[in-house]
């Protein structure tokens, strides 16, 4: 009898056991339902919101179409951009992946608010005249098939694991809506041309520029007999230079709502920036260095906090640089359905900057991880010392792009900075075992094949995102022309 029972508990366990599990199955399958839940109600939100501040006349119905299109732009900018600037310090362990986007969403709606700019272009980068459209209903519809088209794109391109640029997405949403509605002539070619110089230069300078930072830490901290007393002396000097790259990009690219500043002042600004606070790092660094070993994965403590904070400045200039993309056309319309009139500019009301903050925020929440897993930790294997070289290579080319007059895009910076230090670390390695294989010509010489095999980059998702960045424009471009006629067909 007393088997029976046992016997009886074990089945019971067993069973409780497999519920358990169906359980957390169920759970795991149903985790991006929930997210789509959550942004469906944020859009119907949205919809509600946009209605009260229309005052629900008919005429406002374009309006409140187009912030359901704004929001669902600012939830994949949020699911796709934002894991550029968390994803290489989440994948060094500097950041946990809650931490991470606990201070992104702060920051990018920080922002977003504080600094996103009062006035925003209602043609994207200047790429057709607003005089070329003929209409404001052809107008309005042009910026509706854009703002929907560019969503879309962005959307799918985090579905398949690649970041792209919105700001191009936008680009291409606005070219093929422009396109269908007015011809091929009314495009600007020469600022189209500029924009795709950026599909290579923005990508090989944020590599080189991280390769070469990677290169210094190697050669002047890492590398030589005294690693710590080392680190006291350069560290301070790297937290500098980040300080004064971080101050002059927010100056040039996130306080044009609070002041207009040149690009000399912006630069006058962080030269200061950085020289008070690498001063003010010398004790810090001092500090933390403190009964450190001798050795390289000591050195990884004296860079997490700079990491952090480095990656915390680049959510809050995201956010104020790209929430002009998610509600760039909505208060375009928005101005064009109350005025009856096209303008080159117009200023962006405040709920309508609400609306991308939090979508944003909203959007990196429900999706980002996703991709931030893919730039942290799934291209090349990083550290504190690699993930700070790819955030300090961002806000550096930004600044030399400006100074130079290059268009670029902070995801193809951001991107391409992880690619660089990969590269750069295969080929450090490449180098090593073929200097040890001339001092020791009797050594085991490493097949071929196991060589392939130990690449530091993952080249599957290299070629995929080179794909997705190449294919960006024109796609958008022809989703946004499809929307288009769309909305044409419907009389809207």
């Not at 070219?175 to 009314?186: L, N, R, Y």
Request: hydrophobic share 55%; net charge positive; charged share 15%.
């Amino acid at each position: 009898m007393h088997d029976d029972a046992t016997q009886q508990w074990k089945t019971l366990d067993k069973d409780l056991n497999r519920l358990s599990r169906l359980e957390e199955a169920t759970m795991y399958t149903s985790r991006p339902l929930v997210g789509v839940g959550v942004s469906l109600v944020f859009v119907t939100l949205t919809v509600v919101a946009a209605a009260i501040f229309t005052g629900g006349e008919p005429q406002s119905l374009a309006v409140i179409v187009a912030a359901a299109f704004g929001a669902y732009m600012a939830l994949n900018i949020g699911a796709n951009d934002v894991a550029n600037n968390m994803g290489p310090a989440v994948g060094a362990k500097a950041l946990s992946l809650l931490g991470a986007i606990a201070i992104a969403a702060v920051c990018e709606s920080a922002g977003a608010l504080l600094a996103g700019g009062d006035v925003v272009s209602t043609i994207s980068k200047g790429i057709i005249a607003p005089s070329a459209l003929s209409s404001t209903t052809v107008f309005v519809r042009a910026m509706m098939a854009a703002l929907l088209a560019a969503s879309v794109w962005v959307n799918v391109a985090t579905w398949i694991g690649a970041p792209v640029s919105t700001t191009h997405s936008m680009v291409g949403g606005v070219m093929g809506a422009g396109i269908t509605a007015a011809g091929i002539s009314t495009v600007n070619w020469e600022t189209m041309s500029a924009i795709a110089a950026s599909w290579v230069i923005s990508p090989l300078l944020g590599g080189i520029i991280a390769a070469a930072m990677l290169a210094f830490i190697k050669w002047r901290i890492m590398y030589v007999d005294d690693k710590i007393a080392a680190a006291r002396t350069w560290v301070p000097v790297l937290i500098g230079v980040m300080s004064a790259a971080f101050a002059t990009y927010l100056s040039l690219k996130g306080l044009k709502k609070v002041i207009a500043i040149d690009f000399s002042i912006a630069l006058l600004i962080g030269l200061a920036s950085g020289l008070v606070i690498g001063l003010l790092s010398v004790p810090l660094i001092r500090k933390q260095s403190q009964g450190l070993e001798n050795r390289n994965r000591s050195l990884k403590t004296l860079f997490r906090l700079p990491l952090v904070a480095s990656a915390a400045l680049l959510s809050f200039a995201h956010g104020a640089n790209d929430v002009a993309n998610a509600v760039g056309p909505l208060a375009a319309i928005a101005y064009v359905q109350k005025s009856s009139a096209i303008a080159g500019e117009v200023s962006i009301p405040l709920w309508v900057m609400l609306i991308g903050a939090f979508g944003i925020s909203f959007g990196l929440v429900l999706f980002g991880p996703k991709l931030i897993g893919m730039v942290g930790s799934q291209i090349t294997k990083l550290n504190p010392m690699r993930a700070y070289c790819v955030a300090l290579s961002a806000a550096v080319t930004v600044i030399a792009a400006s100074w130079l007059g290059l268009p670029v895009s902070s995801t193809h910076i951001a991107v391409g900075g992880v690619f660089g230090v990969g590269f750069f670390r295969e080929w450090y390695v490449e180098r090593r075992a073929r200097r040890i294989q001339r001092e020791r010509p009797s050594a085991e010489r490493i097949p071929g094949q196991e060589r392939a095999r130990r690449k530091l980059v993952r080249r599957s998702h290299f070629l995929t995102i080179i794909a997705a960045w190449v294919i960006t424009v024109p796609a958008a471009a022809l989703l946004s022309s499809a929307c288009f006629m769309l909305l044409r067909f419907i009389g809207f």
